[in-house]
C-alpha cells in the first residue's frame, strides 16, 4: 500500500506540525543560467551564464538530503548543455539519484530528450506561434524531440500567460497523446515583462477550462484542488517546504522568487506551490497527484 516513500512524508508532516521543523521537501538546482534561447519571458538567459561545478552540485545536494529534500529538479538556463570538464548533466543525475526519492529535469526541448532521470518536463508556451513568439523558432523541433524520445515518463509544463490563454484547451488536445501528463503554471510578472501577465479574470476562465479538459480524461495533471485554489490564490501557502540553489551553489529555503525577484504573493501562479501546500494540508487529491507524478512509494 504505503511505501517508504510516503511513510518519510508523514514523519515530516507529524514533525513540522508538534515539533516545529521547518524542513523543505521539493527543491530546484540550477545547474546553469546557461541558455540556447533567450526566451523573451525568461530573467535568467540574462545574467552571467554561469554553472555549478561537479563538486558544488554534490555539495549542495548532500545538503539538501540532509535538510530534509527529497524531491530534486534540475533547472537551468538550459540543464542538458551543463558541462564541467568531461562532467555532463549525466553524472549530476547519477548523483542526484543515490540521495532523492524522485529526480525531475526542465528543458526547453531542442536537445535530445534522453535521460536516467525520472521524470523530464518539456516547456510548452503555446502552440506554433505563440511558442516561437516567446522562444523563437523552434516549436517543430521540440514537437519531434517529444515525439522521437523513448522517456518513460515525458511531462509537458505550460505556462499560461496572457498571449496563450485563449488557445490552452486546443493546446493540450494537441499535447495530449504526445506525452505522459500535463502540468501548468501562470506567468509570473518579471521586471520588463508585465505585459504576459495574465489578469485573474481570465486566469478563472482558463483554469474551469482545465478542470472540464481534466474530467474529461485528458492528461492535465494538476490537482483540481490547487486548480480551484489558482483562482484566487486561496491556499495557504508554506514557502518553507521549497529550497533552491544557484548556480554559485548558493542554498535559498523558501520562495523560488527569493533572492531572484521582487514577490508579490498576490500575483503568484506556481501550481507547484500550491500544490506542495495543500499536500501538506492533507489535502486528498494533492497528495494523490504528487505520488503519480514523483511515483512515491
Not at 524531491?71 to 538556463?77: A, D, N, R, S, V
Not at 505563440?130 to 509544463?157: M, Q, T, W
Not at 489558482?230 to 533572492?259: F, M, Q
Amino acid at each position: 500500500m504505503f511505501g517508504g516513500d510516503y511513510l518519510y512524508f508523514l514523519k515530516h508532516n507529524l514533525g513540522s506540525r508538534l515539533l516545529g521543523w521547518r524542513q523543505p521537501l521539493l527543491a530546484g538546482l540550477k545547474v546553469t543560467h546557461h541558455c540556447n534561447l533567450h526566451c523573451r519571458g525568461c530573467p535568467f538567459w540574462k545574467k552571467d551564464g554561469s554553472a555549478i561545478t561537479l563538486p558544488q552540485a554534490q555539495g549542495a545536494m548532500r545538503q539538501l538530503h540532509e535538510d530534509g529534500v527529497r524531491l530534486l529538479i534540475l533547472e537551468g538556463g538550459e540543464p542538458f548543455l551543463w558541462r564541467d570538464g568531461e562532467h555532463t548533466l549525466v553524472d549530476i543525475v547519477a548523483e542526484a539519484k543515490n540521495l532523492f526519492f524522485c529526480v525531475g529535469i526542465t528543458t526547453n526541448g531542442t536537445l535530445p530528450l534522453e535521460s536516467q532521470a525520472d521524470i523530464l518536463w518539456v516547456s510548452i508556451d503555446g502552440l506554433r506561434e505563440n511558442h516561437n513568439y516567446n522562444r523563437g523558432p523552434i516549436f517543430d523541433k521540440v514537437i519531434a524531440n517529444i515525439e522521437a524520445s523513448s522517456h518513460p515518463k515525458l511531462l509537458a509544463n505550460i505556462t499560461i500567460n496572457r498571449r496563450n490563454w485563449q488557445e490552452i484547451p486546443e493546446l493540450v488536445k494537441f499535447l495530449a497523446p504526445k506525452v505522459k501528463g500535463i502540468t501548468i503554471q501562470f506567468y509570473y510578472p518579471y521586471e520588463g515583462t508585465e505585459d504576459l501577465f495574465l489578469p485573474f479574470p481570465e486566469r478563472r476562465k482558463v483554469l474551469d477550462q482545465l478542470i472540464a479538459l481534466k474530467k474529461e480524461g485528458y492528461p492535465v495533471s494538476d490537482s483540481v484542488t490547487a486548480l480551484e485554489a489558482l483562482k484566487d490564490n486561496s491556499w495557504l501557502c508554506h514557502p518553507w517546504l521549497i529550497a533552491s540553489v544557484e548556480p554559485d551553489g548558493t542554498i535559498t529555503h523558501g520562495c523560488y522568487l527569493r533572492n531572484r525577484a521582487q514577490i508579490s504573493c498576490a500575483n503568484c501562479g506556481f501550481a507547484a506551490h500550491a500544490e506542495v501546500s495543500l499536500a501538506y494540508d492533507w489535502d486528498w487529491e494533492a497528495i494523490k497527484v504528487g505520488g503519480e507524478i514523483f511515483g512515491f512509494r
